[in-house]
């Protein structure tokens, strides 16, 4: 069955520390793996996404993920953190047939 | 930045009452996916449509859920008799191709139901 964990509920780091956001997924196919981000009363924003290719992608506001297939993994990074990246962020698998599959979602929160 | 809108951005309602939202997704984008998040921010799919035809719904949207996705009009999700536990937020995404693309997300329909 497919399932995408974010073992960490909650993290909390402070303004210009690095960060990682952890996402395991379950999928014996190809997984195609998004990372979201949804600020307070608003829906969801893409941050970037895998397909395949190089392991390591690029998002928006200096965001970057990490495939690994060994690992079965899709962990999140961006190297300073600011104030404003405060938020819920997504884990997300996406199979065939139309469906994705949503990690419970970490909060972020970043200290000033 | 996701182009998708979603109509109204809160809604109360009472128990048994009919609860509509509306969703224009981005131009061009065929495939409408509809999805309910809860407070304890577990989503669930519910419907959706390639033009204006169903392609996958779950139980629930059959029983007391009703969605369309007319030829140039909005598409439409709507409760028939709102209950409290439908009380959530519901998230209209489209995407170009379905499948595996990417699903780009509106800010949602609050739902409150008393």
């Known amino acids: 069955a497919q399932s995408v964990t974010q073992p960490d509920a909650r993290v909390t780091v402070s303004e210009g520390a690095s960060l990682q956001l952890r996402c395991k997924y379950s999928y014996s196919g190809t997984p195609y793996l998004f990372w979201y981000v949804q600020y307070p009363r608003q829906g969801l924003q893409l941050l970037l996404k895998?397909?395949?290719?190089?392991?390591v992608v690029q998002g928006v506001n200096g965001f970057e993920a990490e495939f690994s297939k060994s690992n079965s993994s899709f962990h999140l990074r961006k190297a300073s953190v600011h104030w404003s990246d405060s938020a819920v962020y997504f884990c997300?698998?996406?199979?065939?047939?139309?469906?994705?599959?949503f990690g419970d979602g970490t909060q972020l929160v970043v200290k000033p | 930045n996701s182009k998708v809108i979603q109509t109204p951005r809160y809604l109360v309602k009472g128990q048994g009452q009919k609860a509509k939202m509306r969703c224009i997704p981005e131009k061009g984008h065929p495939v409408v996916f509809w999805y309910q998040q809860n407070k304890n921010n577990e989503f669930k799919f519910l419907i959706n449509f390639q033009n204006q035809e169903v392609l996958q719904q779950i139980d629930m949207t059959e029983k007391r859920f009703s969605a369309e996705c007319p030829s140039n009009s909005p598409c439409s999700l709507e409760i028939q008799s709102s209950e409290a536990g439908d009380s959530a937020l519901y998230l209209c995404?489209?995407?170009?191709?379905?499948?595996?693309?990417?699903?780009?997300f509106g800010p949602g329909t609050r739902l409150l139901v008393l």
């Open positions: 995404a489209s995407s170009l191709t379905g499948g595996w693309d990417t699903q780009y």
């Open positions: 997300v698998l996406s199979v065939s047939n139309n469906r994705i599959f």
């Open positions: 895998y397909y395949s290719g190089d392991p």
